[in-house]
């Protein structure tokens, strides 16, 4: 590489981390949830915003080959029907516990929104969507890592399935333990990221989040909630108050 295609480079370098500052400061962008306008949060807006716009918006993380595969722990919420364990819901607990003795013949995905078709799915119409199977390193907040194969549908082909409305934003998700998350359309619509009704060649295990969890592979392991039970389709973001991430310490944004 000669002199010539050095100086563009520094130049294109310089003038996104010139950009990047400029957008810490005002805090708001298009794709920007509004509460990072909180000073406490210009790290994570900076790495929000260093990945969007510095990374293609489709650029895959690596995947590994089923040698790679390792032992994955369960941890946090292993069984939100069980109301022994710190994050039973009592809301949802005895309605997990009932599918669960079932086979989860019986559960249900609701999806709504702003969507053309809302509806509810069965573990059978998952199935019936075109799955993907990938092997991916769950990275977790706590400091471990794990590799694990994933198996089920892209969430971008059931959206698609749905209909999702150009006005659409973000994507919710809640959960049978109680926990509520979203996503932006980048990270939703990821070629990666999936409704995994599968693990490592099986059913997906109860502490692991049967019968369907989020993998959403370019963030860290708490971005992936267990044991979906409703999506939701919105146009305006939500830091869902002193029940999501952001009020309890968490960054809304953990790429990776």
Known sequence: ???QD?????????????????????GCTPE??????????????F????????????????????????SMPAIGTTN?????????????????????????????????GLVARPGVYSLADLKRLPSRTQITRHTCEEGWSSIAQWTGPTLADL???????????????????GFVDNLDLVDALHPQTILA???NGRDLPIGHGAPARLRVETQMGYKSLKFLRR?????????FGKDGNIQNGWSWYAGI
Request: avoid cysteine; charge should be neutral.
């Open 1 to 3: 590489m000669d002199d």
């Open 6 to 26: 050095i100086l563009p480079r520094r130049q294109a370098l310089l003038g996104g981390l010139a950009t990047l500052g400029g957008l810490m400061l005002t």
């Open 32 to 45: 920007n949830p509004p509460t990072y306008g909180n000073i406490l949060r210009v790290a994570d807006n």
């Open 47 to 70: 790495t929000y915003q260093a990945q969007r716009l510095l990374l293609p918006r489709n650029a895959r993380v690596r995947e590994f080959d089923h040698a790679d595969i390792t």
């Open 80 to 112: 939100p029907g069980d109301a022994k364990e710190p994050s039973y819901n009592p809301a949802f607990g005895e309605t997990y516990d009932r599918l669960r003795k079932g086979g989860f013949a019986d559960w249900r995905l609701e999806v709504v």
């Open 159 to 177: 959206l698609s399935h749905v209909g999702m409305l150009p006005a659409a934003r973000y994507v919710n998700f809640r959960t049978f333990d």
């Open 197 to 199: 009704y599968g693990m």
């Open 231 to 239: 999506i939701e389709v919105v146009r305006a973001f939500d830091d």
